[in-house]
């Protein structure tokens, strides 16, 4: 705890005087068993330092420790409970006292009641910023009297901290750190801690104490911190601080900033514009996270936003592979097990989905064979709603992987409903059409979906496919031409190539980025239940386009 002088130090001449002051009170009755009693006396918002999370309903010594607590911009409200043995009606009188030297004392009396809660609000225009008051408090019935109850003492501060964030005018990149620097002051209270972020609207609520969780809540030492930011997005964006004082009161700031292109080329798998892909896996407390994040870093999906009731994204289908609409970073896709919802969360650029609520992704209309006729959705095992899949994976572009002027092509959605494999196709930000890939039968109700990107030679992304029977990792892809594609290499999910085996039991949860360890070749990742993940090197050719033929020994 930092130390801290009372606000102002009596001389021993104005000492002298207040002590004497309070021995001058009116002498409270002897202590009578038929007389009232008055306990539990209680300040709200209970005075405090916000910088160390200590608050008590009454400080009965000001010059103990760090002094009294502070309040800010509030009024007071002072409660007590007081009582009669014989349930006769009180009035109770509470008595404001300015410490200050010749400090006035302001009476209130509340009405008569029964009720044993008894309280008075004091305006914060009778208090002086940066002064120090105390309160007590006594009932009456009439005939007898109780004592006072002890003094509570509270400091006031009724100016706001200063806040300022600076940085360099050095265009920022999007996808690369830049600094910005945090400052603030306050000759009141003294300054508690600050809290950042790029959007506009702070949560309500916060405090220092979230410092323990959330790298966004800072400690500014000697007034000052310095933050690293990567712009979301290209074009004028702002870093946005709230400082707050000992006493809870709360200063703004915000610094534009202008951040350019990235340099780094779209990368189907990438969810915060480093050109790189990146993995998710679920944290102990069930967010959703890069592995080797700072755990104090917001989650790039946060727990309670999970789909289902769970609470937590271990249980959760999810799959990003490629935007939904204009951008260069992925989306999110989710669906709880026996749910009639997929959800899309939306990347708000830097790999955060859960900053604002998904929307309900709907099932296609219409239901293609692979040769492109219409059919019977129904009839194939195509419900109305999402509640009989099994497996989602955002899968990339049925036509093609290429990026086209910078711009990753739109993605598409690879799912297993009631065992049958099918592709749905966005148009615009909707599921248009779905083709049924598989036969019409069961057979890829076993099988886990990973989605690598291109893996066997062409343009078009491949789908690696896991035997949850046998551990077994195949390979399936697109063939044909743009113009005219063939799905027919789907159809059996026991026909694929094997690149490598690895068992359910000992690999619970299996899936594919993309190229994780920079060789151009797309790799196998595997994460246990602590959310640990082992990372298998594809192995095989890159030109011209990659082909992966197995897996190399864990990294």
């Known amino acids: 705890m930092t130390s801290r002088m009372p606000l102002r130090a009596l001389p021993a001449a104005a000492l002298s005087l207040a002590l004497g002051l309070a021995a001058a009170a009116p002498a409270s009755a002897a202590a009578d068993p038929a007389a009232p009693k008055v306990t539990a006396p209680l300040t709200s918002p209970a005075p405090g330092f916000a910088g160390e999370e ?5 400080y009965t010594d000001p010059y103990a420790g760090s002094g009294a607590g502070w309040i800010g911009l509030d009024d007071v409200t002072t409660k007590v409970t007081a009582t009669s043995a014989s349930q006769a009606q009180l009035q109770t009188t509470f008595q404001l006292w300015d410490t200050s030297y010749g400090g006035a004392r302001t009476d209130v009396t509340t009405s008569w009641s029964t009720y044993p809660q008894a309280a008075t609000v004091f305006s914060r225009d009778l208090l002086k910023d940066g002064g120090q008051y105390a309160w007590r408090a006594r009932a009456t019935d009439g005939k007898l009297t109780s004592p006072y109850t002890a003094w509570c003492y509270f400091r006031v501060d009724h100016t706001r901290p200063t ?34 972020q790029t959007s506009p609207t702070f949560p309500v609520g916060w405090s220092c104490a979230d410092a323990a969780t959330d790298s966004r809540v800072v400690r500014l030492t000697d007034g000052s911190a310095d933050i690293k930011v990567k712009p979301a997005t290209w074009g004028s964006q702002a870093v946005y601080l709230q400082t707050r004082d000992n006493a809870g009161n709360l200063g703004e700031a915000q610094a534009y900033y202008y951040a350019q292109p990235t340099t780094k080329p779209a990368a189907f798998g990438d969810i915060d514009a480093d050109g790189k892909p990146d993995v998710l896996v679920p944290d102990a407390a069930g967010n959703l996270r890069k592995p080797g994040a700072n755990p104090l870093d917001p989650a790039n999906a946060r727990h309670l936003a999970a789909p289902g009731d769970g609470g937590s994204w271990a249980a959760v289908q999810y799959t990003h592979r490629g935007a939904l609409g204009e951008t260069a970073v992925d989306d999110l896709l989710a669906h709880a097990p026996g749910g009639e919802y997929v959800y899309r969360f939306n990347n708000d650029g830097a790999g955060h989905f859960t900053d604002q609520a998904p929307i309900h992704l709907g099932k296609p209309a219409k239901c293609l064979n692979p040769a492109g006729s219409v059919i019977d959705c129904a009839q194939h095992g195509f419900g109305a709603d999402w509640s009989k899949v099994t497996q989602i994976a955002a899968y990339g572009s049925p036509t093609g992987d290429s990026a086209v002027d910078g711009l990753l092509p739109r993605s598409s959605l690879l799912f297993v409903e009631n065992g049958r494999l099918w592709l749905a196709k966005f148009g615009g930000i909707r599921l248009r059409t779905a083709v049924l890939l598989s036969a019409d039968d069961t057979s890829w109700a076993g099988y886990d979906l990973l989605a690598p990107g291109r893996a066997q030679g062409t343009d078009f992304p491949t789908l690696w496919a896991r035997s949850r029977a046998d551990g077994t990792i195949r390979a399936f892809s697109i063939k044909g031409t743009a113009d005219a594609p063939d799905f027919s290499a789907f159809a059996n999910p026991a026909a694929g190539p094997v690149l490598s085996t690895l068992t359910p039991a000992a690999h619970p949860r299996v899936g594919s980025d993309g190229d994780l360890t920079g060789d151009g070749l797309p790799d196998l990742w595997s994460a246990d239940a602590t959310g640990k993940v082992t990372v298998f090197p594809g192995t095989g050719t890159t030109a011209p386009h990659p082909t992966v033929t197995g897996f190399g020994p864990a990294v």
């Open 54 to 58: 200590q608050y008590s309903d009454c």
């Open 163 to 196: 806040a300022e964030v600076t940085t360099d005018e050095t265009p920022k990149k999007v996808g690369e750190e830049a600094t910005f620097t945090l400052k603030g002051t306050d000759g009141g209270s003294g300054i508690a801690c600050a809290r950042w």
